[in-house]
C-alpha cells in the first residue's frame, strides 16, 4: 500500500502526452527540429545517397546546430529527435498519422531486407507504432522539402491518405518517390 508521499495527482488526458498513454513512456519523434531542449541528432542526410547515416550515439542538438554555417537550415544537413508531442499536427490520438502514410511510399531495394542500425529504437515512436515497415522507409525521408517537392508535401499533409498517396504513385510512374515530414 503506497504511503501518501508516493502518491501524486494522475495526470489529466490534457496534460499528458499521447505518446505515454500510448506506450507507458514517453517516446521520441525521428523527425523533429534541434530547438526543443531534449532534442538530439540521429544522423546526418549523405549529400552523396540522399539517405540519413544514422549516429552510434546521440550527440546534443544544440552542440550541432552550431557547427551549422549561418543562414543554413540545420535540418538541411542533419536529422533530428525529440519527444512525440500531442501538439503535433500528424498525432492523432496518441498515433503518428505521418508515419501511417509514409507506409505508402515505396521501399528502397536496400532497405528490403536491412534497416539501420539506430540509437533511437527503443523509444521510437515510429518503431513502436508500425515496426520494421517505419525503419526501411525512415532513411529517406528529409525534414524540410524542396521546392517543387510535390509527393513530399503530400506525404507531409495531415490531410492526405494512403490511397492519396497511392494514386500519385500510380499517375508518375517514373519519378523516384520522395518524402517528407
Ligand atoms: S523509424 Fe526506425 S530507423 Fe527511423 S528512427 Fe525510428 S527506429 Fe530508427
Redesign the pocket.
Known sequence: MPTDHQLSPAPTPEAEPAAVRRTGHQTWC?SAGPERPESVV?GVQSPESGQVV?LAEPIPAAQAAAMVPEGIDPRRILRF?AHCDQRCPNNSAGDCTLVNRLQAVPVRQVHAHQ??R?H??QD?Q??TQVGVE??RR?PALVTVRTAGDEFGDLVADPATTRADLAAWITANPAAEAPSGS
Open positions: 525521428p540521429l544514422y529527435a534497416i539501420p539506430c533511437l529504437r521510437c515510429w518503431w517505419a525503419c525512415c
